[in-house]
């Protein structure tokens, strides 16, 4: 297999080999360079030009790499061929840039070029330690280092890499008296055996710089010294075509006000690369597919964000506009225009019977009530359908089975008396129309007697501080702090004190045994440390300030307060995000347990709007179900066209999404009309029934059911395999079912004597929609000529559709 950067390199390189035609395209009417002055201040001053052109319609072009540099002035400023300048000696120069036919000057003033740098190691060192990848999980920033050389990942402890590098295993790694004989250096340059192999060249200004630092003291800095406040990437978004090319620039600002182009030590990172790859030196290269991609950069603890919108080439003339039902619709419109993508048609009704129950109440219509809707002459048919759905016992009982996953309703760890009355409390809550914030409330302040109060079991499941914190963030705010705990967020802003404080609201919880059973209590504390500074940090929540003081009372009413308000920034778009992510099959946030600032919706407005919609009305999740479901986009047919064939993150078609375990079961039952009995559970309960997701059984664990040991909806596989194609195809227990004596097969058989409603009966009961002409003529030409006799024929075409993707998949 190549190495990724390999690859990465290539998709560059052809990204901006297409678009070299845009050094003598005439429909560039303007050049502009960014900055057109710069100022260089001191010996490793650099900085990044970007040069664009504008087309004749104002689509702005990057140009960048395909523009040719001079130094007008070669002994005070110099250029790369990248278009970086660097400084030589003071004094004022300038740069010529000559692309597209056009010259453009860029006016260059050094200053401090003979001045020797006062290196600060958390300023200079550790960014190029992060940069080259010394402190990385891969490398020595593992838990357990390499080689007896460990760093903190991703230079999250200055202070203890220091110690590392210059005083553990008797200060060898650094040698201030010869600083090119440093086995840090000789390692790094390839001059000595190094397992991480060449990452720093010999006469490069990475080298000097490290040089510098050890023959100049090894100095660690000073709490006064100037520290990075933020970073931001130039530019902030751009419409880039297929496979085009785009430069990045990166300006670290520091406390003493000074703005550093720090592109060369940044990491940068796609959350999309499907759609665009981005080079270590900031080149974001779009792919062949239309879409919406983030670039991340990180620097020093610091995010910014570049966003790329990559619209489809052609014209979309020809295909009708979606149709307007409610405030989706626009928003969703409003994005396939800015892709050029026009939406599949509506689907017709059968889609959107089948689509709606399966994704309301995990259960397919039977025949009867496919035919009924299918009838159904009533303009608002679909209104009524999802109001049926809404009210029918089976709605709380698929989503119960979704939320016992997210809880974590475990009978290993709660017992089967404990893990029921946990589920029960679920189920209970969406049956009597519980609103969210009060559903999670009622989670986050349980306590007194598990008896009395079932809710409480989740901090029996999830037991220690930082897990329910963790957990609970990750399940209400969806947002992931866990990897807090040991170290800085990589890809966004939290802290050890902003995990800690999470972890200071759960910190006085224990467990007590009373005459009344288990109890869950709230007392007091010990005071909660920050591990590496031992500092003590208070409850408060993320993004918060550590207050001078703690909550009175139980501190989790606190945290209840300001999660399930309608102003908290991610409780609202959270579970906006999840219920749409199951409707749609791709959350506007994806994962949806992934929220960071790095990671942004493809959509913002639209999941701006749907939780301002959600907290409008009260938390009701039937009620944003009903807008969702009522909206176009939710409607439209999976069908796609010659413009959205290869979107699939901005719902212009329908996707096709896998059936869950459980919802994929009861559709063989249903279909064959024999029952499935689970190893202790009473007859007549159906998959998604099921409160244990320990009971054994080999269908379920096959096709993804999740065990619960983590919050993460990733813990349900989707991915189909093999071995599920294979199940299908040559399992007993489906055979047995087809076949069975009391099935449906062979009573559809005996009840339709005439072959034509016969196959009629199959499709509604299998697909729930009427055979097209020539199925059906097919159907009855297999009926009637069957050797096996007709109710074997039956078997073999239910046998058939089951094996079909129009029945494992909701579409």
């Given at each position: ?544 300030e550590t207050p001078q003081s703690l909550p009175v009372g139980d501190r989790r009413t606190a945290l209840a307060d300001w999660m399930t308000s309608r102003d908290n920034p991610w409780f609202a778009k959270n579970l906006a995000n999840r219920v749409w992510a199951h409707y749609l099959g791709r959350g506007l946030v994806e994962p949806v347990d992934d929220v960071r600032a790095t990671n942004p919706p493809g959509n913002p407005e639209l999941l701006g709007a749907l939780a301002t919609y959600l907290a409008d009305h009260q938390f009701d999740l039937r009620e944003l179900i009903r807008v969702i479901t009522s909206s176009a986009v939710y409607q439209l047919s999976s069908r796609p066209n010659e413009t959205n064939e290869r979107d699939e993150q901005n719902y212009s078609r329908a996707l096709f999404k896998p059936l869950d375990a459980e919802v994929l079961l009861d559709a063989v039952c249903q279909t064959t009309g024999v029952g499935e009995k689970f190893p202790g559970i009473p007859a007549g309960y ?126």
């Amino acid at each position: 297999m190549l190495p990724p950067r390999f690859i990465i390199a290539c998709l560059s390189i052809f990204a901006l080999a297409d678009a070299a035609w845009a050094d003598d395209d005439p429909a560039l009417c303007d050049i502009t360079v960014d900055p057109p002055a710069v100022t260089l201040a001191g010996a490793d001053a650099r900085f990044t030009l970007l040069v664009e052109g504008r087309r004749a319609d104002g689509r702005i072009v990057d140009l960048t790499r395909h523009a040719r540099y001079r130094s007008l002035s070669p002994d005070v400023v110099e250029v790369s061929d990248q278009g970086v300048v660097y400084p030589r000696a003071d004094g004022s120069g300038e740069v010529e840039i000559d692309v597209a036919g056009q010259k453009r000057l860029v006016l260059c003033h050094v200053t401090g070029s003979r001045q020797t740098p006062l290196y600060n190691f958390a300023n200079d060192v550790v960014p190029l330690l992060s940069r080259f990848g010394c402190n990385s999980s891969g490398c020595h920033g593992k838990a357990e280092g390499q080689n007896g050389f460990k760093l903190s990942v991703f230079g999250f402890d200055p202070a203890a890499d220091y110690r590392a590098l210059t005083m553990e295993d008797r200060g060898r790694r650094v040698f201030p008296a010869s600083a090119s004989q440093s086995l840090l250096l000789r390692k790094a340059a390839g001059q000595a055996p190094h397992g991480g192999g060449v990452r720093i060249g010999g006469d490069s200004r990475e080298y000097r710089i490290l040089h510098d630092w050890i023959a100049g003291g090894l100095r660690f800095g000073d709490a006064a010294d100037p520290h990075v406040v933020s970073i931001a990437l130039t530019p902030r978004e751009r419409l880039l075509d297929l496979r085009a090319g785009q430069q990045l620039r990166v300006t670290a600002r520091y406390s003493d006000g000074r703005q550093v182009d720090v592109t060369s030590l940044v990491r940068f990172q796609s959350n999309n690369e499907a759609l665009a790859v981005v080079d270590e030196s900031g080149l974001v290269a779009a792919g062949e597919m239309p879409g919406q991609v983030a670039v991340m950069a990180s620097f020093m603890g610091e995010v910014d964000l570049f966003r790329a919108i990559i619209p489809q080439p052609g014209t979309t003339a020809g295909h009708a506009p979606l149709a307007e039902n409610n405030f989706i619709d626009r928003l969703v419109a409003a994005q396939l225009a800015k892709l050029n993508l026009a939406p599949s048609p509506s689907a017709d009704d059968a889609t959107f019977l089948r689509r709606v129950y399966l994704d309301t109440i995990g259960t397919l219509p039977t025949a009867g009530e496919a035919r009924q809707f299918l009838t159904d002459a009533r303009g608002d048919r679909r209104a009524r359908l999802v109001d049926d759905l809404l009210s029918r016992p089976e709605f709380a009982d698929y989503w119960a089975l979704k939320w016992a996953d997210l809880l974590r309703v475990d009978r290993v760890a709660l017992g089967h008396k404990g893990a029921y009355a946990y589920y029960r409390w679920i189920r209970d809550s969406l049956a009597s129309k519980k609103p969210l914030d009060q559903f999670a409330r009622e989670v986050l302040t349980a306590e007194g007697p598990l008896a009395e109060s079932p809710a409480g079991n989740f901090y029996k499941v999830v037991q220690k501080p930082g897990e329910m914190a963790s957990t609970l963030s990750q399940v209400f705010l969806g947002v992931r702090i866990s990897c807090a705990e040991c170290h800085h967020h990589p890809f966004d802003r939290w802290s050890q004190t902003d995990y800690y404080g999470m972890v200071d609201f759960f910190a006085p919880l224990a467990r007590r045994q009373a005459p009344r059973g288990e109890m869950l209590l709230a007392g007091a504390a010990a005071e909660t440390k920050h591990p590496r500074t031992g500092e003590t940090v208070r409850a408060h929540p993320l993004g918060a300030e550590t207050p001078q003081s703690l909550p009175v009372g139980d501190r989790r009413t606190a945290l209840a307060d300001w999660m399930t308000s309608r102003d908290n920034p991610w409780f609202a778009k959270n579970l906006a995000n999840r219920v749409w992510a199951h409707y749609l099959g791709r959350g506007l946030v994806e994962p949806v347990d992934d929220v960071r600032a790095t990671n942004p919706p493809g959509n913002p407005e639209l999941l701006g709007a749907l939780a301002t919609y959600l907290a409008d009305h009260q938390f009701d999740l039937r009620e944003l179900i009903r807008v969702i479901t009522s909206s176009a986009v939710y409607q439209l047919s999976s069908r796609p066209n010659e413009t959205n064939e290869r979107d699939e993150q901005n719902y212009s078609r329908a996707l096709f999404k896998p059936l869950d375990a459980e919802v994929l079961l009861d559709a063989v039952c249903q279909t064959t009309g024999v029952g499935e009995k689970f190893p202790g559970i009473p007859a007549g309960y159906r998959a998604v029934q099921l409160w244990d997701s320990n009971v054994s059984h080999y269908f379920l664990k096959l096709f993804g059911r999740p065990l619960r040991k983590t919050p993460c909806k990733c813990e349900r596989n989707a991915e189909a395999s093999v071995a599920q194609v294979l199940h299908f195809l040559n399992s007993p227990e489906i055979e047995d079912k087809l076949a069975h004596e009391s099935g449906r097969i062979k009573h559809l058989a005996a009840e339709h004597a005439d072959n034509g409603e016969l196959a009629d009966e199959l499709y509604l009961t299998f697909f729930s929609r009427f055979p097209s002409d020539d199925e059906r003529r097919t159907a009855i030409g297999h009926l009637g000529r069957s050797t096996a006799g007709r109710r074997r024929a039956a078997e073999d075409l239910a046998w058939t559709m089951l094996n079909s993707l129009e029945f494992a998949f909701n579409h």
